[in-house]
C-alpha cells in the first residue's frame, strides 16, 4: 500500500466502522491456550463495537445453527464465557483452529471455521447442536425411507433468499419497527433452573413414544428470546418434510398455528408464526419440543405438526419483554 498521510488513514477508518454496512466488518482468532473455557475479543474489535455489543453475542455456524454466549468483562477486555463453551464442544474445536467472525448486525455473528492446513473445515457445515445428540436420541425415520442418492446437490440457486426478510418478519409479528433495526427481545421471569430440571426435561422428551416420524429439539435463547427463528433438525427435515418453503401448521392439543417453512441451501427453518407460536406456548430456553408428523388422512392437507412440549420448569411464568435502548 502507498504511502497515505495521517488525515487520509483517520477518514478511512472511520469510513470502515461508521459509514460501511456492518457485514464488512470481521474479526479473527486463532484457538490457543484455554480457548474452550473462553475467548477474548480483540480490544480494537471492541473499542469500536462498544455501543452496539449486548451482553450476549448470537454465534450462528456454518451449519446455519445458533448459538448464544454470554460477553463478560475482565479488566479492559471482553470475552466469550457461558455458552462459547457448548460452541466449542459441538464443533470439536482444537488448538490451532483459525475461526473468522463476521458481523451480521446487532449482535449476531457469523462464523467460519478452519484448520492447520488454512482451509475450511468440512464438518463444520454439518454440525448439529448438542453433538451427536440429534442422530442418537432425536430422529425416529420409517425405516423404510429411501435415503438420498449420492449425487443429490446440497446447495440450490434457487434458495438464495434474503435472510434479513426472515428475522424482519419474525419481529414485525412482535410489533416492532423494522426500520430502526433495533430489536426487541425477552427475557425469562421463571426461577433459576438446576441441573435437575434439564435432565428431567431432556429424560422426559426422549423417552416420548410414536411410531411417527418425529424429532426433538432444545429451545435455546435464539428460539425463544431473539431472533425467534427454529432451525428443524436436518435428517428430519430431509426426509419428512416437503423440499419446497411454504406455510406448516403446528398443532397442540386442538390449537393450531400457521408457521412459515423455509428452505436455504441445506437449512430447513420455523420462520414467521413461530414467534407466535412461541409467547403464547411460553416456551423457555432449556425447554424441549419434540415435532411429530402428523396423520391427516389426506396427502393434499396442508403438512401439519404435532407439537409436544416437556418443560424445565413446570410452573409457567411469562417472558419478559426488554425494547431497544
Not at 121 to 147: A, I, P, W, Y
Amino acid at each position: 500500500m502507498a504511502n497515505v498521510c495521517a488525515k487520509c488513514k483517520t477518514w478511512r477508518k472511520n469510513q470502515y466502522w461508521n459509514v460501511f454496512p456492518h457485514n464488512k466488518h470481521h474479526f479473527f482468532k486463532v484457538m490457543l491456550g484455554d480457548f474452550r473455557n473462553y475467548l477474548r475479543i480483540p480490544r480494537k474489535f471492541k473499542d469500536e463495537y462498544t455501543e452496539k455489543l449486548s451482553k450476549e453475542m448470537t454465534l450462528r455456524g456454518p451449519s446455519g445453527n445458533y448459538w448464544t454466549a454470554a460477553l463478560a468483562q475482565r479488566g479492559e477486555d471482553i470475552q466469550l464465557q457461558d455458552g462459547w463453551r457448548d460452541f466449542v464442544k459441538d464443533h470439536s474445536l482444537e488448538e490451532g483452529n483459525f475461526l473468522v467472525f463476521q458481523h451480521v448486525k446487532d449482535s449476531l455473528f457469523d462464523v467460519l471455521i478452519f484448520d492447520k492446513t488454512g482451509c475450511e473445515r468440512e464438518d463444520s457445515h454439518f454440525v448439529e447442536q448438542d453433538g451427536d445428540l440429534c442422530h442418537e436420541n432425536c430422529c425416529t425415520m420409517f425405516k423404510n425411507t429411501n435415503q438420498q442418492t449420492n449425487n443429490t446437490s446440497l446447495l440450490s440457486e434457487d434458495e438464495d433468499e434474503d435472510e434479513d426478510e426472515d428475522e424482519e418478519e419474525s419481529q414485525q409479528e412482535l410489533g416492532t419497527n423494522s426500520k430502526t433495526r433495533q430489536w426487541k427481545y425477552y427475557e425469562s421471569n421463571r426461577r433459576p433452573i438446576t441441573k435437575k430440571d434439564k435432565e428431567r426435561a431432556f429424560h422426559l422428551a426422549s423417552k416420548h413414544s410414536t411410531t411417527r416420524p418425529s424429532c426433538m429439539i432444545k429451545m435455546r435463547p435464539s428460539h425463544v428470546h431473539h431472533l425467534f427463528i427454529l432451525t428443524i433438525n436436518r435428517d428430519f427435515a430431509d426426509h419428512c418434510l416437503s423440499k419446497e418453503s411454504q406455510d406448516i401448521l403446528l398443532r397442540v392439543d386442538s390449537k393450531i398455528w400457521k408457521v412459515a417453512l423455509k428452505h436455504r441451501n441445506v437449512q430447513c427453518t420455523l420462520n414467521k408464526g413461530w414467534a407466535q407460536f412461541v409467547l403464547e406456548n411460553n416456551l423457555e430456553t432449556e425447554d424441549y419440543c419434540v415435532l411429530e408428523l402428523a396423520d391427516t388422512g389426506e396427502s393434499q392437507q396442508t403438512l401439519t405438526l404435532d407439537v409436544y412440549i416437556f418443560r424445565a420448569v413446570k410452573e409457567i411464568v411469562p417472558l419478559k419483554v426488554v425494547l431497544p435502548s
